[in-house]
């Protein structure tokens, strides 16, 4: 059902300040592309808006804060503290 091109630790992804969003290098010469508050929300998929080729982002939701800090932005929720 679910074929990723590849799983993709959130580290090695690039984050934009400016557009909130974290990019990868596609094969096809584009990016990979997933908005923060995606991520935030769950959706741990990044797509190349040229190929449709997908990723699977690796990531923590804790791991999300210091990126939202670094934009200077707020999460659009609170982050949870989870039991
Ligand atoms: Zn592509």
Redesign the pocket.
């Known amino acids: 059902m679910s074929s990723f091109y590849d799983e993709i630790e959130i580290e090695d992804m690039t984050f934009d300040n400016d557009t909130k969003t974290f990019t990868y290098p596609?094969?096809?010469g584009?990016k990979f592309q997933v908005y923060i508050d995606d991520l935030f929300y769950g959706d741990d998929v990044a797509v190349?808006p040229?190929?449709s080729?997908m990723i699977q982002v690796i990531f923590e939701k804790e791991d999300l804060k210091e990126y939202y800090e670094e934009a200077d932005q707020t999460p659009p929720e609170p982050f949870m503290i989870t039991a």
């Open positions: 596609c094969p096809c584009d190349c040229s190929c080729l």
